[in-house]
């Protein structure tokens, strides 16, 4: 059984504790948050205690595990904590927006052997995984081509884009990272187009909402990210890979299998699933499973801190081609 | 090069001779029709002569073939006076809507090594085709289960009605061939359920609109025809079989591929192909094709006059069931 | 919080014990089974109490509710004594294999306000579901045909066989409710074909495993059943509707959206959901979710003792068909 | 009716002799090529006469239009001699693979109303042109991205490749054009990435077989075209286009309807349709009658000489990015 203390009771931190209390081997014991009073129903509702301070929950022995799910810009300091408490860390994605401090978070840890998974999701989505399983069982042959839409339906409020650090940086270092799984070789090109079309309020932060980016690896595999946050139609999650000897794809998902056919149109089918909890809820809860086991097992991480690093990387360089206009190679 | 008289210059006689003259191996040579004006004007538009009587066509013994697209009760007469003048027949279904005279027919041809293909039109659909092609190579092991959808998109109009026949014996007949062409045994029971809940004019003439047919070989094979004539989405037209080793269906037809994705639906499709004659184009090309080849090449008819007459023969069974409301036994 | 004594914790008791314990209102005091040691098994695992006896049981006062899921010959006296001790009962189906039993069971209880669900789970998948409301609210206009298939992936077991009352009491009995369910109109005459195709021990145990069942309604609405028990590609649940305005689907479902384009085949998927427990899934948890729900608030039940009643009934006529080779008028 | 005169009785030029003759309003009379046995060959088939030179064909006072599907290092010198002749010309892309010739070209004729039409056939696909009409009819407000996807079955002969102009010229263009259609602004930027990955002689060339391009126009309006030369499972060409209310999608085009349902795999289907001829038969047609409409009627070009220019220009500021690493702003 693995203890758990979680960090941060937003959106995001009561659905991995919603998930992480229905897994078998995971318990939750303390919840910290800046809010009190999120912190105190979060607890209350699953039986833990509400932490008064992050280092009371590290200090208690009987914690395994770390769970970050705060706002980024606490990412480092937390992890570096767990990390130096002993504490297995599970953290949402991005580590941080600058790769400085991520740098010097590494460096501060890296010869404690730390156990940090990033909280890459998209790497556990059943169809995602089979997808990425298949091709690492030579299903097509060589990777050549991967195309990845990943469509928001709503722009989100300016509070959250004002501590996002950009489109790229939040929405497509998702994309980043599932274009690494599934290229099976490491990007070292990107070229970059974005723009503000859809909102004023996404202009006035000089921040985008529409961006296509183009990825090479040392290999000449290529990649196509293309991100939109106002998909009307709902929260478009694909993927597409083209190797040697064949094609995959991982389509959207729905709530019903239900199709109407009237006079104007046949086959049409419900609305995709609408946001991120509903479309990986299975994928969250692949994650924690992930996460448990692999500390349990004492097994490498299956989402390293370097794949957050890694992510991070590719947004720097895709700003860089948005400033240069030119494909930027990415640094080391 | 065949060259054909045409019997019936109404629409279904004017679609085959338009796609007659398409065939690279067929020429249309006389047009007959009661209404002079209809056969004359079918007859300039392909550079054919107007015949003033079946007679006129038949003494030409540069005419091959004849292709009898007339009302129904003309079939059984024209069949024989053309197998009389040593010509090759194509005859819309069906030969007749009386078991008496069809068996007459036949009695008064079948010395004469005749020459008939029926018009089962749906035998030549590609997707229907390759169904059938795929059973018969034993892809799915032995049939099992075969499952008809036919519905029209609106109720024929009254004169229409009044000469069919009955929906049994007009709409269906085309199910029951399908359904032999499909389960590779010959059925032997029938039973019928069948209503007029569309349509008061279909009420005043005893006819029905909403069927659904069961049919059992003797080797125990199940066939069901479901039929319905105001599908407001469309000709529906599809067929499933159920073997031993896998599920072969043809699904229906649109003029494009375009899906539409919007707040309330996803993936929504065109209308369907409207009715017969685009839904089966390329069905009815081919048919010509098949009989021109089987006529040049002297080989046994694709459709012979025994496929409508068992046709004829599962109708009529229906109806028994219909009266007596017992699961009918087919007369030989 | 409903706390419930189970009853049977053989394979499908023991599904429904999980699903119980996960939902928030409901609780899992006792376990009862004829076999000690899975009765023990189920209660240690969801920390409740194995019951020596029914008795022990029903004594419980405690007990707000009893879930029977054991063999089929019980159902009714459990059903009998759970009513007399004043709890609610959520029953699998079917309520018996025996009209007269059916009858002698409501005589007992219908004066004691009886508080009987009947675990017709197919009504409560979210899908089907979609599919019914949309034809409640009017979307279609008026119900004309249902066509339900429904292919189980294998025969069962000879033992499972012998109790199972045949294959339309056992199978066809969920697609019997599921047309009652979508006709929106009560079923009047039953026609029915049946067979012994796929083995030889179903031959031997005079049972069917491929039939076709026609239903018809009072107003004239058809429902056609497809049966089959080795659907090698999966456990194949599917229905259509088709209505004046339009037709509405509920498709099989799959794990993931995988789709796999090679040389030979495109738009491959993955087989479909194996069997009714990974199927059904969502609908048995929300089948315990509507049995709470009603309970709790005193409102009729999602589904009667007389919709169990109903589905034997349309199963008697379709053997008095099989028998007789007639449609058969649903008796009272 | 509009008299043609055909140069080049190659592959494409001999499709295009077999749609034009099946025209209403067209007719062949003359075919010119450098091979005379191609020319006479093709000219027999369809009853048209075989000319010795262009010159011959130009001179007939009876020719209205010149079909060119040459060479492509011939179609400026022979658009000219047409355009001088008073002829309407259909034209096969591309215009030249060099723009200097291709604004030469214009230059010589700009005064003498020239009728010359552009044969980028996929504008007239069903698919596609439905999906561009309900762009304009405004469906889904602005178009924000569209998104390509071209590929080939196979990498052409060396012999092909050498005189294509390299991909970006020789497929892409066509693309490029796709993108202007259905962007509805003028891309003014491109950035590129371009492989060989498949095949030894693409690299011996120089030439690329895997590439992806993003388009941007002045609007902010995106695009990214995805091309790959040995696609196992077909000739893949979709489109897809985001706008502010919805999305429009054409999918890739399959001979039959056929589903395959086995213990592996579920609703496989056939391989979509192999090549051009074979995908785009209905877009020449239409290419065909809309050229022939626009001659007799006196109206503007549907694919304009500036549509050619257009693309040859996207074509060349590809290459552009390429050697430089840049994103290239589209010369005027």
Redesign the interface.
């Known amino acids: 059984m693995l203890r758990f203390a979680l960090f941060g009771a937003g959106r995001i931190g009561r659905m991995h504790a919603d998930n992480l209390v229905k897994h078998p081997k995971a318990a939750l014991a303390w919840v910290y948050d800046v809010v009190e009073a999120s912190a105190g129903e979060v607890a209350k509702r699953h039986g833990a205690e509400r932490a008064s301070s992050v280092g009371e929950a590290l200090a208690d022995p009987a914690v395994d595990a770390v769970l970050i799910a705060s706002s980024t810009d606490t990412h480092v300091d937390l992890i570096q904590a767990a990390v130096e408490a002993g504490k297995a860390v599970l953290c949402e994605k991005p580590i941080d927006l600058d790769i400085g401090r991520v740098d010097a978070c590494w460096a501060a840890i890296r010869d404690r052997n730390p156990r940090v998974m990033l909280g890459f999701n998209r790497r556990f989505d ?2 995602f995984k ?2 990425r399983d ?1 091709c690492q069982a030579g ?1 097509i042959g060589a990777v ?2 991967v ?1 990845i ?1 990943s ?1 928001d339906p709503e722009v989100p409020s300016v509070a959250y884009m004002k501590a996002a650090g950009g489109l790229l940086r939040d929405m497509t270092i998702h994309d980043f990272d599932l274009a690494r799984y599934l290229l099976g070789e490491e990007p070292v ?1 990107v ?1 970059c ?1 974005a ?4 909102a004023q309020e996404v202009r006035d932060l000089d921040d985008h909402d ?3 980016v ?1 990825l ?1 690896t040392a290999g ?3 990649a ?1 990210i ?1 991100n ?1 946050r ?5 929260y ?1 999650q694909r993927i597409e890979i ?1 190797g ?29 699933l609408h946001f991120f909890i509903e479309r990986y809820q299975e994928a969250y809860n692949a994650e924690i499973g992930a996460f448990v086991e692999a500390v349990e097992a004492g097994a490498p991480m299956p989402v390293t801190f370097e794949d957050g690093r890694r992510a991070l990387l590719l947004a720097n360089a895709a700003y860089e ?1 948005l400033r ?4 930027v190679t990415v640094e080391e």
Chains 1, 2, 3, 4 share one sequence.
């Open positions: 059943p169809s089979a997808v298949a299903e050549r081509q195309q839409t469509r090109r070229a187009f723009q503000a079309l859809i529409t961006a296509m183009l090479e000449g595999r290529q196509c293309t939109y106002r998909a009307v139609y709902g478009d083209v040697e000897t064949g094609m995959l794809k991982a389509e959207n998902r729905r709530p019903t299998t239900v199709e109407r056919w009237t006079k104007d149109r046949t086959e049409a089918k419900d609305p995709i081609s240069t206009g030119a494909a």
